[in-house]
T-cell receptor, first 117, second 110 residues
Framework: EAGVTQFPSHSVIEKGQTVTLRCDPISGHDNLYWYRRVMGKEIKFLLHFVKESKQDESGMPNNRFLAERTGGTYSTLKVQPAELEDSGVYFC???????????????FGEGSRLTVL | RKEVEQDPGPFNVPEGATVAFNCTYSNSASQSFFWYRQDCRKEPKLLMSVYSSGNEDGRFTAQLNRASQYISLLIRDSKLSDSATYLCVVNKSGYNKLIFGAGTRLAVHP
């Protein structure tokens, strides 16, 4: 079974440009999450989808970030315009578990490394 | 103050050593607790859940002290393949998201 896949694995852009990251969750996983790790810091929650609906976007840094999950399958995270502080690794994770994460098991992709120059 | 605090390490230990990692969390509403493992430039993967009574999985033992808001992970008979970053993770009651510590790096050498 395919795991969570993310594209691109690495993106280098200039400040002010736009980048779109894509995540394909494990087939059948209704829950999809985006997390981010900025250099030297902990992995931080960005948002959570259940199917195509945003359940919690409390971690989104500002309105330059837009996440979508049309049709409840893959998801995109767009950063527009990118700033230097957006550099980091963006992880996508999925889970079949409904409700609270009592089992704690999220299946993560390998991440998309974003470098903003 | 961070919600989950860990000693960043690195812990450099020889093969066969026993090593312990500690973690504290600040929110008493935290409900579920986990240790994740992350290899260099790879994704985090669930290592084990942590239960109030303590639990063991092979060479790994996890402990939780709710009163002190403290979690630990003990690795016995360290292997070279145990080299990784160990992430302490909590889930708050009623929230559907995980909160990560910054991780403790372990390097096991021959």
């Amino acid at each position: 079974e395919a795991g969570v896949t993310q594209f691109p694995s690495h993106s280098v852009i200039e400040k002010g440009q736009t980048v779109t990251l894509r995540c394909d969750p494990i087939s059948g996983h209704d829950n999809l999450y985006w997390y981010r790790r900025v250099m030297g810091k902990e992995i931080k929650f960005l948002l959570h989808f259940v199917k195509e609906s945003k359940q919690d976007e409390s971690g989104m840094p500002n309105n330059r970030f837009l996440a979508e999950r049309t049709g409840g399958t893959y998801s995109t995270l767009k950063v527009q315009p990118a700033e230097l502080e957006d550099s980091g690794v963006y992880f996508c994770a999925s889970s079949p578990v409904r409700g609270t994460l009592s089992t704690g098991e999220l299946f993560f992709g390998e991440g998309s490394r974003l470098t903003v120059l | 103050r961070k919600e989950v605090e860990q000693d960043p390490g690195p812990f450099n230990v020889p093969e066969g050593a026993t090593v312990a990692f500690n973690c504290t969390y600040s929110n008493s509403a935290s409900q579920s607790f986990f240790w994740y493992r992350q290899d260099c430039r790879k994704e985090p993967k669930l290592l084990m859940s942590v239960y109030s009574s303590g639990n063991e999985d092979g060479r790994f033992t996890a402990q939780l002290n709710r009163a002190s808001q403290y979690i630990s992970l003990l690795i016995r008979d360290s292997k070279l393949s145990d080299s990784a970053t160990y992430l302490c993770v909590v889930n708050k009651s009623g929230y559907n998201k995980l909160i990560f510590g910054a991780g403790t790096r372990l390097a096991v050498h021959p």
